[in-house]
């Protein structure tokens, strides 16, 4: 029995090891894999940004051609404005942004930034104009350092501060013992999720993209850290054409437009007064979400 439990123990602690690394690994597969299935145009243009305006029109989408998920999904995204995405779970808003950073092709219609169909150039170029936060940041297990540096690797140490200072996130950065070389991720401090989420702003604060796509968390951060996560986003939003996919109607109060999404389709858009007067689905969500948090009011 022994001797099957000893190669079990090392095989525990080899599994460990990989195990470890999968946090890097499971990134390079995931963008190895979106390589595949999105190709370059041959001789593709690279992407010429003036001024980040973005455009969907007539886009639809279906991951299995089976399956259908969007319909016709027509909207603008004015440069240097925040638009904002609400809808129930499922109703295809997080498939917007990773249409819009090229995860996927859209099977029908197109996405432009400053009319150019993002199809049509190099995918290299399209993601250097663009800095994503998505639901859930990867960390590299590596030093918050390296972490952050990941938005641009040529920030200097006062830039990397700024950023730090701007994502809400110098403070516990200087509060560990370690400061900026902890050493983050599985291996590392594990950090929250609000922590990573800040961590991700900041790279896409040094990054200076023109275009910023921020996925809300769905996971419930505590009231403060999503007060901090939310004034830090708007700080930073102001500089930059933004798609913010939101799963809080809090969030999106302020956006300079607000689509209403259903079953793959935009069925309502406008500013939060707009939507509230015309006393539909926003105004409903609106509704049912005052009455939840009244009900969690001790
Ligand atoms: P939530 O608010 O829960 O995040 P969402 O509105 O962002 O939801 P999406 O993530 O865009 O919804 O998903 C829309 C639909 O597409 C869902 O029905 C989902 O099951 C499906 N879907 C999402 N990702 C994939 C995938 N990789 N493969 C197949 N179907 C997917």
Redesign the pocket.
Known sequence: LLQLFLPLGTLGIVYRQVKYTLADMDMVFRLLETEQEVKDAANAPELQVREGAIRFEAVDFA??PE?P?LHSVSFSVPAGKIVAVV??????????SRLLYRFYDVTGGCILIDGQDIAQVTQASLRKAIGIVP?DTVLFNDTIRYNLLYGNPQASQAELEKAADMAHIRRFIDSLPDGWETVVGERGLKLSGGEKQRVAIARAILKQPPILIFDEA?SSLDSATEQAIQQTLHEVAGHHTTLM?A?RLSTVVDADLILV?DG?KVVEQGTHNELLALRGQYQHMWELQARDEEAEMP
């Open positions: 991951y299995q399956r998920i809808g129930h779970s499922g109703a295809g808003k997080s498939t917007l639901q769905t996919i799963h999404m793959g």
